[in-house]
């Protein structure tokens, strides 16, 4: 089935796996347009990234000298693209050969949804966090950290992935940047990912946009993928985990800013450190 939908896959050092990425997206049942930008990558991943790309017939590859970013670096392809959809994948996100047929097929059957996404697992089959999500707040991040969300209802808590799933689409505030299917008409509304955000977050800015804006975002259970991840952030992990909780001030700062917002920003920031400390330290006693 030809298609109007571009696949856009930012890698940076992503190994092997980004072979497997790529094999499983020339095997997909809908004919699509690839761009893959790898955001300075070593020598000896831009070299493997380079034989999987030249084994796709007419897969672009961009080469970025550094890493500019997860943003920047799919808003150079979202800039060249022409095709009326565009899929962002992760390359440690694994589809399935009817994936994205049945995401576009959804997104062609219902105009008035400009953004989709789909059940993400764990290796372990079961629901990754994050894959279908309430936009963040400050109770709602508070009662996510402090394990209050199985006693409130699920509007009041951040991440969805502990309530029933959907036996059919929904609408959700968000999705998981690992995999979302967008209306390029949609962006040409609600705008580019912010570059401001180095990696993580730059996704829940995107759909809190996409959400002001009146623009429908759907989450469909059926549709399934597995995400293999951190394969590319294992080997600087603290470094991920910096530019995870500067990212989530500055969306707070954004939406709630101001003096005032200070106090409750740090608060939450605290709150965030001190589970990842506490993951850690758990992580070092079990090895």
Not at 36 to 65: H, P, W, Y
Not at 97 to 118: F, K, N, P, W
Not at 244 to 263: A, C, D, S, V
């Amino acid at each position: 089935m030809e298609a109007s939908l571009t696949v856009v896959v930012v890698t940076h050092n992503s190994g092997v796996i980004v072979g497997d990425c790529l094999e499983r997206l020339s095997g997909s049942s809908l004919s699509i347009e690839i761009i893959v930008v790898d955001n300075g990558s070593d020598r000896e991943n831009l070299a493997l990234l380079r034989a999987f790309t030249e084994k796709l017939v007419g897969a672009e590859r961009i080469e970025n000298r550094e890493n500019v970013g997860f943003s920047a670096a799919n808003n150079i392809a979202l800039r060249k693209i022409s095709t009326d959809f565009v899929l962002l994948l992760n390359p440690d996100c694994l589809v399935e050969s009817d994936t994205i047929e049945q995401l576009y097929r959804y997104l062609m059957e219902h105009g008035d949804v400009a953004m989709a996404g789909c059940l993400i697992r764990n290796m372990d089959g079961s629901e990754q966090q994050g894959g279908r999500r309430n936009l963040p707040t400050y109770k709602r991040l508070l009662v996510q950290y402090l394990g209050l969300g199985r006693w409130l209802p699920a509007r009041d808590t951040y991440l969805l992935n502990q309530a029933p799933l959907p036996d059919k689409p929904v609408a959700v505030e968000a999705i998981s940047g690992a995999l979302m299917m967008v209306r390029r008409s949609a962006i040409a509304e609600v705008g580019l990912l912010d570059e401001r955000y180095f990696l993580h977050w730059e996704d829940l800015d995107w759909c809190k946009r996409f959400y002001d804006a009146g623009q429908k975002i759907a989450f469909i259970p059926q549709v399934v993928v597995t995400h293999i991840k951190g394969t590319s952030s294992e080997r600087v992990r603290w470094r991920v985990e910096l530019h995870k909780h500067f990212g989530m001030l500055r969306y707070f700062w954004t939406y709630n800013g101001g003096l005032l917002m200070l106090p409750v920003s740090l608060l939450l920031f605290t709150v965030a450190w001190a589970r990842t400390l506490l993951r850690a330290a758990q992580l070092s006693s079990r090895r």
